[in-house]
């Protein structure tokens, strides 16, 4: 019997399926640490370095695209700005105040200023309406709409209302130059009309296109939305 159950032993340790198992598992040991997780440690590495990578690229990219759309926004002001000064360069208005002065009529006074803007200012896409009015006469004002801007009768009213005493404040101090001012929701660029002595005749507000200002911005960080 011993013989028997030694013989018996001996033949379980030789059956195929126990070496089998053994091997399998032994295998998917040296897989999983030869294979199986260097692959995985690659995997991850590349994965990191590729994400930054694109970070870095993305970056970049944002960062040009800010710098071309705040030059841009910076030309079409420079532009707003040469385009106010024909207001104090061409004679235009103070010929006209000069004839109210010598007697002519306000009436004339106010016509003469409104062709002027609508020449100069009302065909302008930076610009939605220009107001004008006299320092001796503030109440008076004259102005251009540009409709096709967006321009409408009722942002005379909203000058008068809510941005005229504001505008006038920092227009004392301005002299020979430009301002941006901010008053009932809408942005001008403030000039004054000085006379030959530089005092200041009249003042000048262009209501600005900010949809066409900073149409370049649109995009730049994935919106569309922004706030002046």
């Known amino acids: 019997m011993k013989g028997n159950k030694g013989k018996t032993a001996q033949d379980n340790n030789n059956k195929p399926g126990v070496k089998s198992g053994s091997f399998q598992r032994e295998l998917m040991r040296k897989l999983l640490v030869g294979w199986y997780i260097p692959l995985i440690a690659i995997f ?6 590729t994400t930054w990578t694109l970070s870095k690229q993305t970056i970049r990219v944002v960062r040009s695209s800010a710098k071309y759309a705040a030059s841009t926004v910076q030309l079409r002001l420079e532009d707003l700005v ?6 104090s360069y061409n004679p235009t208005i103070m010929d006209a105040y000069q ?9 004339n006074l106010k016509n003469d200023a409104k062709i002027f803007l609508k020449q100069q200012y009302a065909y302008n896409d930076s610009c939605e309406a220009a107001v004008l009015y006299f320092k001796d006469n503030p109440e008076n004002l004259c102005y251009a709409l540009n409709y096709s801007m967006g321009g409408k009768f009722s942002d005379v009213s909203v000058f008068r209302q809510e941005s005229q005493q504001r ?4 227009a004392e101090n301005l002299r020979t130059d430009t301002a941006l001012v901010y008053g009932g929701d809408k942005l001008y660029l403030v000039r004054n009309i000085l006379d030959s002595r530089f005092n200041t005749v009249a003042v000048l507000s262009l209501q600005i ?8 911005m649109d995009g730049t960080w994935g919106e569309e939305d922004y706030q002046v």
């Open 44 to 49: 991850v590495i590349v994965s990191i370095m």
């Open 82 to 87: 040469t385009a106010s000064k024909e207001a």
């Open 99 to 107: 004839n109210y002065k010598n007697g002519g009529t306000i009436c």
């Open 167 to 170: 505008i006038d404040r920092i």
């Open 209 to 216: 296109n900010t949809d066409k200002l900073f149409e370049s």
